[in-house]
């Protein structure tokens, strides 16, 4: 049977950090002045609304993973988020090992929520930490306390999710080498098994983005950036936390299964406001505002802002683009002579593992995942 | 009324040459010439006023926008005169202002009798005025003193009537006062042209001469060349021929403009007007040449026909590769009308194909390149100009260099390069500023000599290679303005040069490489290694920069290898949006240039060729790419 993973996104945060992009409002900017658990019952209202839309138009499949994503999933209650994966139970075949997981703010679970979410059906956890570092966190809008962390993830442990993992946010404006690396082994020390770690993106349209237009504030620049990425890869896989994505790091068997998928080009349909489905070859999003996804699901059944339908030259950039940034790389064989004629080059600078390569695989080296959009551009020009 | 209705003035062909009066007009390109010319046309009535405008006789958009002539003219303007109630016609002849186009102005001035010198008296006379005066006071003309603009609040017609006078040999009250502007003494300037001004003296039964002083390529008629007969007779009936090619022409149309061209039975001793033979290429029809009859030819051409000669070189390449037909289309359009213009194909391995262009001077540059682009809707590429070496290799050989990338390898015995004679107007408080520029610029001072209390003219030569290498721009920013130059080739001279290349992971890259004076050998190749390091972005090698002079390195750079080029994010909504990016990257790749393995951005080489400011402007490009 096909298989289809699932991605919900709560579009939904107390307050929005300065460094965010992402599809998301504070009750503030939507003028919610009542108890959040309105908001919370009727979003999953639409949800599953959109998810029997989602059986109606697709074919019956395996539900292999889902991902609640946002904004703060956990800022809905509970027992919303499990009627969202009931539904999707009810209306798919659930994998009897479905990775279920759910991304949270370290400062706002609780034991309690945390036993609730499990029960709900959840068996993976990913903390926003960020950084161990007080002015770090502060510089990136963050409140939470960093001995939070400890705390909630021995909670999760002990509510019984079997993955938990933790973001980490390197190249922040005035983190120095040592404050990262106090990240790096505080994050280590956590009861963890997966590791996420972004180098800081300064999109445009952020408060960041303009701070730093301003030249209110000067980020660091890349070549420290790439200390920083090498401090951890080096910790992690000291600590037995495997790369098997640029950004991604874990234990044996705990890699993030859902991710995976879209690194692989699977099918999963994205629901929520502003989300975005693929399904063979064909990618299409939701209308981004939570007033408008409301409006269309209520009067079209259907929230779908626009689609696009890959050529074959676009699903192949997007294929070697997604797929040389995982550590299980491209089969040379796959690559025609002209996209390999630039990969002796990279091979001969150690941009590419020689391991990998004599085993007929195109598989970045160390450095090779800190210029793989540079690979790529060369393979597909 | 002084004006005379043109079908009662005297005829074209038929005007006796003591009637006749001809005249130019001397002035800097700001200081109201066009509009004098504008003003003259209407006190004399060719121009109707509801057909009136601006700058009329200024037929180029560039030149109406640049302020500049580029072409000069010639207008019949029939002239009561005020002072004896005289008929009489003159002729006056539009000269070009700018110093590339000296030999244009002697031959506009070779037409004439006498000058009109027009100074803007808020701002005094300027050094290419002074060049043009001093030519026109060789050619033996008549001087009349003008101070324009005197409506300015700013105007000081005392302390630049005493500047004139002094200059020519006159009295201040010699020199007349007016305003182009509102009219006020235009009347009594036509006037004193009569009066002043001798008329011409030819032998109206000696074979025919005429001097060609202009010639322009119209897209209907041809060539319209302009002519001022010395001695004979020019008629539509007569087969014409060139003295310098030799080459028999039929005479199509023989006229006069006034303002509009009016076409006569032909023109007599003294006339100045235009024919047209059908000729396809100003080439054919060279300024400064002699028109003779061919039935009765002359035995002696006029004097001073010279074969224009390019003093700077530069390579033009279009930005877009697939453009080089059309940019081939656009010079062969513009070498119809611009007899000094020459080129030839070139190729560089950094910049393509494109031609290597030849021109008088910096305008001439700069104007052929505005009007390719303009005309023919292109984006050029040039190359940093340079002049033309003679070369005497080890082994006794000559070679013309006009292209760094022709500079021979081994060993050198001597090179000559091309000394002008420059000649600086500016207030004495920058007399020191100007030497120091100058000193450094390899200059030997020739004299000074006071103009008036505060204003001086120097005068030095230069390695013409110097002024060609932003020495106006330099000179204008360091005395804030007020210095004007003008120079004149006067030979060659031996130079103490060398060509400094600069390599780019080794690789020579040829637009870079440059003829200099060995003491500024340094300084440039710190200069471009420098500016490339800033230009080239980082890429996953480590780039050496070096500039060296044969095999010896004496500057160089290094742009290190780059780290990080990878966007730390990829999930599910992240996808279609970092395709499109790399969709764009990939364009972006497509229109750099490889030196080697080495992506050298388009913007770069336009930046290091170029100024400062560019470079701003190209760093701000690269950026938004990367």
Redesign the interface.
């Known amino acids: 049977m096909n298989t289809l993973a699932f991605?919900v996104h709560i579009p939904y945060c107390v307050r929005r950090c300065g460094y965010c992009d992402f599809n998301t409002y504070t009750p503030g900017e939507l003028s919610i002045t009542n108890d959040f658990s309105v908001t919370s019952r009727s979003y999953i209202d639409l949800l599953l609304r959109e998810i029997e839309y989602a059986r109606e138009v697709s074919t019956a499949a395996i539900v292999p993973s889902i991902f609640f994503g946002g904004g703060t999933p956990t800022l809905m209650e509970s027992k919303d988020l499990g009627r969202v994966i009931a539904s999707i139970s009810s209306n798919f075949e659930l994998a009897t090992d479905a990775e279920i997981t759910t991304e949270a703010n370290p400062d706002t679970v609780t034991e309690e929520n945390l036993n609730e979410l499990r029960a709900a059906g959840f068996n993976r956890i990913s903390f926003g930490m960020q950084s161990a570092v007080p002015h770090v966190l502060a510089a990136l809008d963050r409140t939470h306390n960093p001995e939070n962390v400890l705390k909630a993830t021995t909670w999760a442990r002990e509510a019984g999710f079997a993955e938990v993992s933790v973001d980490l946010i390197y190249g922040t404006a005035g983190e120095s080498m040592a404050d990262w690396e106090q990240t790096l082994d505080t994050a280590l020390s956590l009861p963890i098994s997966h590791i996420s770690a972004?180098?800081?993106?300064v999109e445009s349209g952020t408060k960041l983005g303009a701070q730093v237009k301003r030249g209110d504030v000067i980020m660091p620049d890349?070549?420290q950036?790439?200390d920083k990425?090498l401090l951890a890869d080096d910790k992690f896989t000291a600590a037995g936390f495997n790369w098997y994505e640029?950004?991604n790091w874990s234990k044996p068997g705990s890699e993030c299964r859902h991710?995976i998928a879209?690194?692989k080009g699977e099918n999963?349909w994205?629901a929520g406001a502003?989300?975005?489905?693929?399904i063979d070859g064909r990618?299409f999003?939701n209308v981004k505002h939570p007033a408008a996804y409301t409006q269309k699901v209520i009067e079209a059944g259907n929230p779908m802002q626009d689609q696009?339908i890959l050529t074959l030259e676009?699903a192949r950039?997007?294929e070697i683009?997604?797929q040389i940034?995982l550590a299980s790389g491209i089969p040379l064989s796959e690559l025609s002579p002209k996209e390999r004629s630039s990969l002796p080059?990279?091979l001969a600078?150690g941009?590419l593992l020689g391991s990998a390569w004599e085993r007929g695989s195109l598989v970045l080296s160390q450095?090779g995942?800190?210029?793989?959009?540079?690979i790529?551009?060369e393979i597909?020009? | 009324m002084p004006a005379i209705p043109l079908a009662k003035a005297p005829q074209p062909s038929f005007t006796n040459p003591a009637q006749l009066r001809n005249f130019c007009i001397i002035a800097h390109i700001d200081h109201g010439k066009s509009t004098l010319a504008d003003r003259m046309l209407g006190i004399t009535e060719v121009v109707d006023p509801r057909n009136m405008r601006a700058q009329y006789l200024d037929r180029m958009d560039i030149e109406r926008e640049r302020g500049i002539t580029i072409k000069s003219q010639a207008v019949r303007l029939p002239w009561r005169s005020g002072l004896d109630n005289q008929e009489y016609v003159l002729n006056m002849i539009d000269t070009p202002g700018h110093v590339d186009f000296t030999y244009e102005v002697s031959r506009s001035l070779a037409a004439c009798e006498g000058a009109v010198l027009l100074v803007d008296c808020a701002q005094g006379i300027e050094a290419q005025t002074l060049a043009n005066l001093y030519l026109a006071m060789e050619n033996n003309l008549t001087i009349i003193p003008v101070l324009n603009k005197i409506d300015l609040p700013a105007a000081q017609p005392e302390k630049f009537a005493e500047e004139l006078a002094k200059l020519i040999g006159c009295q201040p009250e010699d020199c007349l006062r007016v305003s182009g502007k509102t009219g006020a003494g235009v009347t009594e300037l036509l006037d004193q042209i009569v009066l002043q001004i001798p008329a011409p003296v030819g032998d109206a039964n000696a074979p025919t001469r005429a001097l060609i002083f202009d010639s322009v390529y119209d897209t209907y008629r041809g060539v319209v060349t302009y002519v001022r007969v010395i001695d004979g007779h020019l008629s539509t009936r007569d087969q014409i021929q060139m003295f310098s090619t030799g080459v028999r022409h039929e005479m199509l149309e023989v006229g006069v403009i006034s303002p509009e061209p009016v076409v006569s039975k032909g023109l007599g001793v003294g006339e100045v007007g235009y024919v047209i033979t059908g000729v396809k290429d100003v080439r054919q029809s060279r300024v400064g040449d002699t028109i003779t009859t061919y039935n009765n030819p002359a035995k002696v051409a006029l004097a001073g026909y010279k074969d224009p000669r390019p003093m700077v070189f530069s390579g033009l390449f279009p930005i877009d590769g697939a453009d080089f037909p059309l940019l081939r289309e656009a010079l062969d359009k513009l070498q119809l009308n611009d007899a000094a213009l020459v080129y030839e194909p070139e190729s560089s391995a950094a910049l393509g194909f494109g031609f290597r262009c030849g021109f008088l001077g910096l305008l001439h540059m700069e104007i052929v390149r505005e009007r390719l682009e303009r005309e023919s809707n292109l984006t050029l590429i040039s190359t940093a100009p340079n002049v033309v070496y003679s070369v005497t290799t080890g082994d006794g050989q000559l070679l013309t260099v006009t292209n760094p990338s022709e500079y021979p390898e081994g060993k050198i015995e001597k090179v000559e390069e091309p000394i002008v004679r420059a000649t600086v107007l500016a207030p004495s408080e920058f007399i020191g500023t100007i030497m120091e520029l100058c000193q450094e610029r390899r200059g030997t001072l020739l004299g000074m000599d006071y103009l008036s209390e505060d204003r001086v003219e120097i005068r030095y030569t230069l390695p013409l290679a110097e002024i060609v290498f932003d020495f106006f721009d330099q000179l204008k920013s360091r005395t804030r303005g007020y210095a004007s130059l003008d120079y004149e080739p006067i030979g060659t001279a031996e130079g103490d040069l060398v060509k400094v290349d600069i390599l780019l992971q080794g690789e020579k890259v040829d637009a870079f490489s440059a003829i200099v004076h060995k003491d500024k050998a340094y300084a440039y190749g710190t200069m471009m290694t420098g500016k490339l390091r800033e230009l080239i972005p980082r890429q996953?090698?480590e780039i050496p920069i070096q500039a060296a002079i044969g095999g010896r390195i004496i500057a160089r750079e290094s742009i290190?290898a780059?780290?990080?080029?990878?966007?730390?994010?990829?999930?599910?909504?992240d996808?279609?949006r970092?395709?499109k990016l790399?969709?764009k990257?990939?364009e972006g790749?497509?229109r750099m240039k490889m030196v080697g393995?080495v992506e050298v951005p388009q913007e770069a080489f336009v930046a290091a060729l170029t100024t400062d400011a560019d470079i701003d402007k190209a760093k701000a490009k690269a950026k938004e790419r990367e």
């Open positions: 991605y972004y180098a800081l993106i890349d070549d950036t790439a990425y640029l950004s991710n879209y690194w999963w994205g502003g989300a975005h489905s693929h990618r999003w696009e676009e950039s997007e683009m997604l940034r080059g990279f600078g941009y450095s995942r800190l210029i793989a959009d540079r790529v551009r597909l020009v | 996953q090698f290190r780059i780290r990080k080029d990878v966007l730390a994010k990829c999930y599910g909504g996808i279609s970092k395709r790399l969709e990257q990939k790749k497509k393995r």
